[in-house]
């Protein structure tokens, strides 16, 4: 871009504060679980209806079809836990079914060409979903509120429908062709003679019905989670991917289960970081952390050695994840939200479909768009990632709750693929190492190191910041834009130690994303 040449606008955001907050890419389902705090809930409950609520919301990016993982800190117990509610390949997978037919050209996922695209859209691409496991997990052992509590806000939003709105038809129009190849996908989100749906001028409300998903959404909340996995429901979605070709079937779905499990917790500048481990990318986070040391320790806003300390270490740590574990793809379509509670509870919380629209299948008899986790191994046979029945693939995901003193201070994390890792390493030393509050860290540009490709520099970081990393890295200047994003989608609450209060920031240049306090 020219010299010549500036930019027009600035864009801020305002932080929100209160004794329970939820912070969220979408602010609609933000206020859905800040509502459940003011209705006496805790941030568990409040996450939970969220994660229910939000798929209706934006389906492009998570719903009960999909999967994720939480980092939490329980009060009670005085301790953080993960639950891994991801997803799993079908126990009958044939990986011959996903055969190399190209070396595949520079897509967004670095993956080889498979057959029929067969890892990436449509009935092959779908692993069995773990979302409606792993909430029921998260209530059942940290909540305090009925299931029927918690889906009510979700339940009453799939009967009403989706608000059409400019951003919901970009989403649209960017999953259009893939969408319109099945029948129930298409008739869904491309209701208008099959084009992208849009508003008249008059700006007349216009909702969306998501297929039978209400009618799912009740069944659910009648029948508890597990009709998801062994009742009606289940051989409902069962039926539907069989027909579709899927090769999961109604033994997946009935021994699927979430888990709740210890979460990779280490040490650095006086906080402990806790952060899903196993197969997500919390050992890159770990690794990433190690490898900068006290290289960004400072007062105020970061400078060139901070960022060229993040830049070589990222870049090394991706290195030596490639090497051991294997590749993970690049950019999905997740979700990313936190909720805090005044009685010291913390919920970081990252769903997904994976790609945009996931798999693109809505399943005819339920609604349900379902997720392409199948994406997530390694097309290439023999090697960690690769495709076999019944496994867990590498992800992205890096949810985070960080503690001090025994006392949680704030949790973390990120939709955005490779980018998650980058933005939440840097946000977390701005606050652990600078000393920056929350909504000064979430004001400051990025770098992103994604392991391929040169260091993705925001192109309004200063010279002497590019210049210093440039004589280390290969860069290249970025534009974070509002669509799509150049960086991250991050979101973060911060619990001062003092008062009490929370205070809770989403990305500023995400339009939807916002929060909501108790």
């Known amino acids: 871009m020219s010299e010549s040449l500036t930019r027009q606008w600035k864009v801020a955001k305002q932080a929100v504060r209160g004794k329970g907050v939820v912070v969220a890419q979408n602010c609609r389902a933000a206020e859905v679980g800040a509502e459940i705090l003011r209705k006496g809930g805790n941030s568990i409950d409040a996450a939970v209806a969220t994660g229910m609520a939000i798929g209706t919301l934006e389906p492009w990016m998570s719903g009960i079809g999909g999967v994720g993982f939480m980092t939490l800190w329980s009060a009670k117990e005085g301790r953080a836990w ?24 520079a897509n967004p996922f670095a993956w080889p060409d498979i057959l029929e695209q067969r890892n990436e859209v449509g009935y092959h691409s779908i692993a069995v979903p773990g979302q409606v496991a792993g909430m029921a997990k998260a209530l059942e052992r940290f909540g305090t509120l009925t299931w029927q509590d918690v889906m009510a806000p979700g339940l009453a939003l799939a009967r009403r429908g989706m608000e059409l709105d400019w951003y919901m038809q970009v989403m649209i129009a960017n999953g259009a062709e893939r969408l319109s190849r099945f029948p129930a996908s298409r008739a869904s989100y491309l209701p208008d003679d099959g084009r992208v749906p849009t508003n008249d001028w008059q700006g007349t409300v216009r909702h969306l019905k998501l297929g039978n998903l209400g009618e799912t959404y009740q069944r659910l909340s009648d029948g508890g989670p597990r009709e998801f996995y062994e009742g009606a429901l289940a051989r409902d979605i069962a039926a539907d991917l069989k027909a579709g070709g899927s090769a999961i079937d109604d033994d997946d779905l009935r021994s699927y289960e979430a888990r709740v499990v210890e979460p990779l917790s280490f040490e650095h500048g006086g906080a402990t970081i806790n952060v899903a481990g196993g197969l997500t990318a919390g050992p890159t986070l770990h690794r990433t952390i190690e490898l900068v040391g006290k290289a960004a320790r400072g007062k105020g806003a970061p400078g060139a050695p901070f960022f060229v300390a993040i830049a070589q270490a990222m870049h090394r740590a991706y290195e030596e994840r490639l090497e051991s574990m294997g590749d993970k793809p690049t950019n999905t379509c997740t979700t990313h939200f936190c909720a805090a509670d005044s009685e010291g509870n913390m919920v970081a919380l990252t769903q997904t479909l994976m790609s945009l629209f996931g798999s693109c299948v809505m399943l005819p008899k339920t609604g349900i768009t379902m997720n ?9 046979p023999n090697r960690p990632n690769s495709y ?18 025994g006392k949680p201070w704030f949790c973390i994390g990120a939709s955005g693929g490779r980018r998650i890792v980058p933005a939440v390493t840097q946000l977390s030393l701005m606050l652990i190492d600078r000393g920056l509050d929350v909504k000064a860290a979430f004001h400051q540009p990025r770098i992103d190191v994604s392991g391929v490709g040169p260091i993705r520099v925001n192109r309004e970081l200063s010279d002497r910041v590019k210049k210093a990393i440039a004589g280390k890295l290969p860069i290249v200047e970025v534009t974070n834009q509002v669509s799509p994003l150049g960086f991250a989608n991050p979101s973060c609450i911060v619990r001062d130690p003092t008062t009490g209060e929370l205070t809770g920031m989403n990305e500023v240049m995400s339009p939807w994303a916002g929060g909501a306090a108790q």
Do not use: H, Q
Request: proline share 16%.
């Open 82 to 105: 993960t639950i891994d509610y991801g997803p799993i390949s079908a126990r009958r997978l044939d990986p011959s079914n996903y055969r190399i037919v190209g070396p595949g050209p």
């Open 372 to 380: 392409n986790g199948m994406l997530w191994f390694d097309p290439e």
């Open 388 to 405: 076999a029945p019944s496994k867990r693939p590498l992800c992205n995901i890096c949810p985070v709750v960080v503690s001090k003193d």
